[in-house]
């Protein structure tokens, strides 16, 4: 069974860090995109930070010079890490990514980590 497992959420004040990972595990050929988002209650979910699996990011501009993603193919794991966290990064964040499984691509959503940053 194919599944990503978040890991790293938590509480911290705001100026602090905290790091997120995403591994893949199951039968995968390979890993293309994977990124994060994050929802807070009532709102849409939302792009946080994206990266190919040539290693291109991108980000929205409200985390931009704050958040840097990265990834390891070899593990199949997507990182977040998040620096000068701020009250308004609260939300829960998720992990995507588009593996390849017995030669189709899906697409795939963690169970969701909660990130709060108290003022």
């Known amino acids: 069974q194919v599944q990503l497992v978040e890991s790293g959420g938590g509480t911290v004040q705001a100026g602090g860090s905290l790091r997120l990972s995403c591994a893949a595990s199951?039968?995968?050929?390979?890993?293309?995109?994977m990124g994060w988002y994050r929802q807070v209650p009532g709102n849409q979910r939302e792009l946080v930070a994206a990266?190919?699996?040539?290693?291109?990011?991108n980000y929205a501009d409200s985390v931009k010079g704050r958040f840097t993603i990265s990834r390891d193919n070899a593990k199949n794991t997507v990182y977040l890490q998040m620096n000068s966290l701020k009250p308004e990064d609260t939300a829960v964040y998720y992990c995507?990514?588009?593996?390849?499984?017995?030669?189709?691509?899906?697409?795939?959503w963690g169970q969701g980590t909660q990130v709060s940053v108290s003022s």
């Open positions: 995507n990514a588009n593996l390849r499984i017995f030669g189709t691509i899906r697409n795939y």
């Open positions: 990266i190919t699996s040539g290693g291109s990011t």
């Open positions: 199951g039968s995968i050929s390979s890993t293309n995109a």
